[in-house]
């Protein structure tokens, strides 16, 4: 009594059911191909982070230790860089060889400090002096002093570091030396107190050149070398 099945519905059904079984073979083929590979690197990640974990710590070691000698890291509070750490050492011993002399030179006034400190218009610390006036008790940054007491200053720094050089192990003797201009910004006083210190490097056995324009210095000089100028030239003599 039942109807007789639909024989090409049933055909079209089944090779559609085929073709979705071979889709699906293939699909459960290739994602078991691609778990066994995640499984094969996931492997070799963990090795490889194992080997990596010991150069990684040598890694944030090396730049931790790089930004703090560079200045660069918040831990170094004053910016110094391990070269400026090394200069800011030996400049302490050339600013107390700078002070025997700048006291001489401005009556007991000024002293010379090295601070570690940023100076004006500085990024980095380390290099920076301060001027101690014992008149009123403050020190002070150099910019704020006149012409001849730059002068000064600078003239003590520089024979503050000819000291260091000489009484180093194995430094050499600056035997002569020569100091170019400044001497017009002196006071009569100060320059006496200059002159007396620069006799003082000629008496040790220096020769002491200076080079300046000032006609009050000639009868402080012994020997000198006068140059003219000329229209078809200048003229060297020398005066004793």
């Known amino acids: 009594d039942a109807e007789p099945p639909d024989l090409e519905a049933l055909a079209a059904d089944h090779e ?10 293939a699909a459960a083929s290739l994602a078991r191909a691609r778990a066994s590979r995640l499984a094969s690197l996931a492997a070799d990640l963990r090795d490889a982070l194992e080997r990596w974990g010991p150069v990684r710590h040598d890694l944030v070691t090396a730049t931790h230790l790089a930004a703090l000698t560079d200045g660069s890291s918040a831990d ?26 700048l006291a001489g030179m401005t009556g007991q006034r000024y002293t010379l400090e090295h601070t570690g400190r940023r100076g004006t218009g500085e990024t980095r610390g380390g290099l920076s002096l301060l001027v101690r006036d014992e008149w009123s008790g403050e020190a002070r940054d150099p910019a704020t002093l006149s012409g001849g007491e730059t002068f000064v200053v600078s003239l003590a720094l520089a024979l503050g570091l000819a000291d260091v050089v000489a009484h180093e192990a194995g430094g050499a003797d600056l035997d002569t030396l020569f100091v170019d201009e400044g001497f017009g910004s002196l006071d009569a006083e100060t320059l006496d107190d200059v002159m007396d210190t620069l006799d003082s490097l000629r008496d040790g ?31 060297l003599a020398v005066s004793r």
């Not at 559609?16 to 073979?25: D, G, H, I, P, V």
């Not at 004053?78 to 400049?91: F, G, I, K, Q, T």
């Open 16 to 25: 559609r059911a085929a073709e979705a079984l071979a889709e699906a073979s």
């Open 76 to 101: 170094n509070r004053l910016r110094m860089r391990l070269s400026a750490y090394v200069l800011a050492w030996r400049l302490s011993q050339v600013v107390a060889a700078a002070n025997v002399r």
């Open 205 to 235: 056995g220096r020769v002491v050149g200076v080079v300046s324009h000032v006609a009050e210095m000639r009868d402080r000089i012994p020997v000198q070398l006068r140059v003219s100028k000329a229209r078809a030239g200048s003229r």
